[in-house]
């Protein structure tokens, strides 16, 4: 096991609790401002919200906007965000930002990428080159870009699937944490997130959600679920693991954006979401009911 992370540039106080669901309210410390939680985390793939400008977006009372390492660490490169001082200066965004490892494009990508221990092998759709993106790589870019919270790099995989290759993303997850917090030169600006995977499997989750406990690192993330799913299936996933996790540190449902999931897991003790969904609706004027909102 590697050695924890000290220094942690985070602190979470505990507001509030339900008295008979596992929901909290909380203020959650980050070095650019503080985020009340629960929150929804709108994403910026590549340091943008589609037809809002960043002040726009500090003005409708966002406290933390996603990028995505894959994407940035592509265009316009780490080079780039290391010349700025990153990409708070680059978007001109004064508030908090997350940025995701790259681990979830092995299954958006899926067609265009190989996994193996050393990292994962991007077939780049654009020019057709080669990216290899390794826990060490991952982690370099987001120092790079300057994120408050970093992703470590996890083996992703559909949570729709089963069997062995299941209980390899998960074991392999926990060994690429290992390499991320080595990796990691800004624990004092920089919070880096531990992954949870596992699939539908509770054995796995357990083993995971055991293991991952026992590094010193900021904050977890719930992850590999919200990929199609039966929703009974998905929510007891959710609750398991934040009957394991640390009451004292920050747990992140990843790729949650669908109104009925914030609110059943926001029930289920979660602090932090994220999803394309409401951006994507957005963009596209698709209503999210029968009634206009103005």
């Not at 780039?80 to 200066?89: C, T």
């Not at 800004?186 to 949870?196: E, H």
């Not at 999803?275 to 206009?292: G, I, L, M, Q």
Request: proline content about 5%; some cysteine; glycine content about 8%.
């Amino acid at each position: 096991m590697s050695a924890p992370v000290n220094h942690s540039a985070l602190t979470l106080k505990v507001l509030a609790e339900c008295s008979v669901t596992k929901a909290r309210a909380c203020q959650l410390s980050l070095p650019h401002s503080v985020v009340d939680t629960p929150v929804f985390m709108p994403v910026g793939t590549q340091g943008s919200l589609k037809g809002i400008t960043p002040e726009q977006l500090e003005n409708s009372g966002c406290q933390i906007m996603l990028g995505n390492t894959y994407h940035l660490g592509s265009n316009p490169g780490a080079e780039l965000f290391d010349k700025v001082g990153g990409l708070h200066k680059f978007m001109g965004w004064k508030r908090n930002l997350l940025t995701d490892s790259g681990g979830f494009q092995m299954v958006s990508l899926v067609a265009l990428s190989e996994v193996t221990e050393e990292g994962v092998r991007f077939s780049n759709p654009y020019d057709a080159k080669d990216m290899l993106l390794t826990p060490e790589k991952s982690i370099e870019i987001q120092n790079s870009i300057g994120a408050d919270i970093i992703m470590q790099l996890d083996d992703v995989v559909s949570s729709t699937i089963s069997g062995p290759r299941v209980e390899e993303a998960m074991g392999r997850s926990i060994r690429w944490l290992d390499r991320c917090i080595e990796a990691h030169k800004k624990t004092k600006t920089q919070n880096l997130f531990a992954i949870i995977q596992g699939g539908l499997d509770s054995r796995l989750r357990t083993i995971c959600l055991n293991e991952m406990s026992k590094r010193n690192v900021p904050g977890f993330a719930i992850g590999g679920l919200s990929g199609g799913e039966d929703k009974n299936d998905f929510w007891k996933m959710v609750t398991l693991s934040t009957d394991f996790l640390p009451k004292h540190k920050p747990r992140y449902l990843m790729g949650v954006g669908f109104p009925v999931d914030l609110v059943v897991c926001s029930a289920l003790g979660c602090d932090m979401f994220d999803c394309v969904y409401p951006t994507r609706t957005a963009v596209s004027t698709n209503p999210t009911s029968k009634y206009a909102i103005n």
